[in-house]
């Protein structure tokens, strides 16, 4: 079975501060891992994948996250935040990197940006 | 190109009720899967189809049950609803395939009363 478990379920940071989003997972495969973000009244917009190939992964709008295997981690990070990012993250894991596989999400974590 | 739509956006039902919900995958999908998100939770998938069948399926109970038609659209249907049903349902649509990617959309909000 495959388990997400989000660390912090509200961060709060200053327009400009660095975002650190946790994530660490459980697998007992190989794991794809993926984070979404969910605006208010949105459905869920894919932010970044691993499927394996470099452990760094780059997203959409200034995020990267990295894979550490040793860690079961797959933390999210930003080096400056916007207004605009406040909303909600989610990570994600699946046994593998196809649309056929079922995606296992954690509780998901509301990033706040203040002025 | 229009991503995946779903109708209604929100519902109001009370309990014993039956409702359908229904999804239009972006184009040049082929497969659909439904996740309920309660509040204050992640979404937790419900079931999958693809060439109208269903392939997957999450731990939720036979009253959800659902179609894919050949155009590839989807429809969700719960019965006997209770009010532990209440929750935005998500629909996320794919093309099959290594490496591709669900993409979601907005969602329906269904409150039992």
């Known amino acids: 079975a495959q388990s997400v478990t989000q660390l912090g379920s509200h961060v709060s940071v200053s327009e400009g501060a660095l975002v650190l989003l946790r994530c660490n997972y459980s697998s007992s495969v190989p794991p794809y891992l993926f984070w979404y973000v969910q605006y208010p009244n949105q459905g869920l917009q894919l932010l970044l994948k691993?499927?394996?190939?470099?452990?760094l992964v780059k997203g959409i709008n200034g995020f990267e996250a990295e894979f550490k295997k040793s860690e079961t981690s797959f933390h999210l990070t930003k080096p400056s935040a916007h207004m605009s990012d406040a909303a909600e993250y989610f990570c994600?894991?699946?046994?593998?990197?196809?649309?056929?596989?079922?995606?296992?999400f954690g509780k998901g974590t509301l990033l706040t940006v203040n002025p | 190109d229009a991503g995946v739509t779903q109708s209604p956006t929100h519902l109001i039902k009370t309990r014993g009720q039956q409702v359908t919900l229904r999804c239009s995958p972006k184009?040049?999908?082929?497969?659909v899967s439904w996740y309920q998100q309660a509040l204050g939770q992640g979404p937790q998938f419900i079931f999958q189809y693809y060439e109208e069948e269903e392939r997957q399926r999450g731990n939720f109970p036979d009253r959800f049950s659902g179609h894919q038609f050949p155009n590839y659209s989807s429809e969700l249907n719960v019965n006997a609803l209770l009010l532990g049903d209440s929750a935005l349902y998500l629909c996320?649509?794919?093309?099959?395939?290594?490496?591709?990617?669900?993409?979601f959309g907005p969602g329906t909000r269904l409150l039992v009363l």
């Open positions: 996320a649509s794919s093309l099959r395939g290594l490496g591709e990617t669900q993409y």
């Open positions: 184009s040049g999908h082929d497969t």
């Open positions: 691993y499927t394996s190939a470099a452990t």
């Open positions: 994600a894991v699946s046994k593998g990197g196809g649309s056929n596989y079922k995606l296992t």
